[in-house]
């Protein structure tokens, strides 16, 4: 195969998602687009040793979905028909959060929920069918080259297996613009380094956080009034948390979650007294009747993790990182792939400026204002969990008391819920929380939560009072008759 050298050549480092979304934006942009994966990729969906976390429950939000729609504007449409499931973010999702129910309402947000690897292929069927555009899968990129006084990149060491031989041999490969898509174990700041650049100031918020999941047969009426199942951790008390996500094929995704080293077990009976524990019965009550189809998979999330390219002073020429090899966070509110796709809408609004001289600051300086959005988000959440460690952003704790009334009023007001949701799905930043017709919402549905506590510990009270005269007054058999004509219950407390 003849190789495309430079002139007009753009490389993308890593097949998944986001090296998918930059080479399809790429080759509207230069003649001939690379993209080198180093694992061997098929025509099906799979999964395969670079990408261990789709094993995992992958959501894809709603702004993700409108990046799709518009690289690939049949889709979403084709997902669909593979069985992949389109639900209102609002409406599908019965979500158990801080003591209660989110209500359920039509958002006006659209998420897609399906196998991480049948998203993947169904991009990645796309993406090569691309004229201008050539995958070397099986194939791992070594370093990079540089112009000799190191100002620019100028392209890739490659080892591929050449046809018919076992041996891996090194190949060089030129370009204009390499793009690093090679996922959070990115190797860019060592190669960086070796060029004589200091490698990116990094954030790092350690969570320990451990998935355990498993797949099972879906039936027709296993759910009824919502399409998937969330029951949040409520730190620092309950560090655990369980969702059910549909996807193709009648299955059932469950991944159980457990944060500061938490390991959810590995066995059957553990896996569903884990569920069991969680603070709502819901996913125990789905997967104690279903039946299972794979063995429990774990996955060790340890921490958080970003690189702050913006940051750096000297940057050569000709060279981006993009996705988890830029900021890789806590999946617990699914929002990679969507950050992903928002940095690759980025790309090519950069592109079509014609002097290109700027492109590796104003992306990277652009790329933190799409990370700060889920970084804050989550982050501020991970420092919830009594274990968690990092350095604290000023203000967190604070963020965090008000985080949770925005969360209860989630249980009764929609307006607050869709500001919620909207930050969650990167169309909002976290600042329009705090917005004052959203902040006097919360404190209202906070102060009617409060009343509606206090009037049911008077009631109980009240019950307490009439139970202990008419205890007094006609002894055991009154009391019995009062019950059983329901004018009491026997959760009332009786005076001793
Ligand atoms: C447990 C878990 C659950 C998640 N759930 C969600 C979710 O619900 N929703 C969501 O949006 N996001 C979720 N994410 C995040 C999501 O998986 C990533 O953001 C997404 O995969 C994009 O990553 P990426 O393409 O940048 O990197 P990766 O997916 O890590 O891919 C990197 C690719 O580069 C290849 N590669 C690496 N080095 C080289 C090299 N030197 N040469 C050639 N190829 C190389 C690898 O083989 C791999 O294919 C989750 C993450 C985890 C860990």
Redesign the pocket.
Known sequence: MNLPQSAQHAIV???????LLAARVLSDHFAQVTL????ALHDRPEY????P??R??????AS?KTVLERYFPDLIEELAEGGALLGDMGEAARWYVEGGYRLQYQSGMTGILMS?PFLEWQIRRRVLEIPNLTLLDG????TLLATPDRSQITGVQIHRRAANQAELTPQMLTADLVLD???????SPCWLAALGYAEPPETVVKVGLC?ATRIYRRQPNDLVGAANLIISANPPHHQQAGIAFPMEGDRWIVTLAGWDGNQPPLDEQGFLAFAQSLPAPDIYNLISKAEPLSEITP?K?PASLRRHYEKLSRFPAGYLV????LC?FD?AY???????ALQAALLDKLLQQPDRRLLCRSFFKQAAKIIDIPWQLTVSEDFRFSGTQGQKPLGTDLINTYSTLVQRATHDDAIVYGAFLRVMNLMSSPGSLVHPRIVWRVLRSTLRAKISDLRQQQQDTQISCVLSKQLHSSGLKGLLSLLACGKATPIAKLPD
Request: no cysteine; proline share 4%; glycine share 20%.
């Open positions: 480092i890593g097949g998944s998602i986001t090296g080198i994966e180093r694992d395969r040793p670079g990408q976390q789709t995992h429950l992958h959501g894809l939000l993700g991480r194939t791992t990129v070594k898509a090679s996922g959070r174990n990115s190797a998935y996955y999330f993009m996705g988890d090899a890789s999946p699914g929002q990679g792939m969507s950050s992903a």
